[in-house]
């Protein structure tokens, strides 16, 4: 599967942005699609997951009730609603898929598709 990221900018802190990782190629299948993010510098970390058939979703503790992730199956689209962002979400944001949902949805090396990320940067 083939991914492209989307939807990145420069926002002010307290607004929002949502991220969109539309998927091509074989989608036929129970995917676990992730959102990852990376900083100047720092490890690539994971932010949210969802299973493609439903059923199961993940966040980071730093985003969690801020950060929303949602599918929309007709679309092949995976999206990440990112609200009360602060100078600490700006990073490369990239989107990631694997075959199967995984107990180790937070490990980077878990997934075999990558999308080429999407820069969000939030001003203070």
């Known amino acids: 599967v083939q991914l492209q990221a989307s939807g990145g900018g420069l926002v002010q802190a307290g607004g929002s942005l949502r991220l969109s990782c539309v998927a091509s190629?074989?989608?036929?299948?129970?995917?676990?699609l992730a959102w990852f993010r990376q900083a100047p510098g720092k490890e690539r970390e994971f932010v949210a997951a969802?299973?493609?058939?439903?059923?199961?979703?993940a966040y980071a503790d730093s985003v969690k009730g801020r950060f929303t992730i949602s599918r929309d199956n007709a679309k092949n689209t995976v999206y990440l609603q990112m609200s009360s962002l602060n100078p600490e979400d700006s990073s490369l944001y990239y989107c990631?898929?694997?075959?199967?949902?995984?107990?180790?949805?937070?490990?980077?090396?878990?997934?075999?598709?990558w999308g080429q990320g999407t820069l969000v940067t939030v001003s203070s």
């Open positions: 969802l299973r493609w058939g439903g059923g199961r979703y």
């Open positions: 190629g074989d989608t036929n299948g129970d995917y676990a």
């Open positions: 990631a898929a694997r075959i199967r949902w995984t107990t180790n949805y937070r490990s980077a090396t878990e997934y075999t598709s």
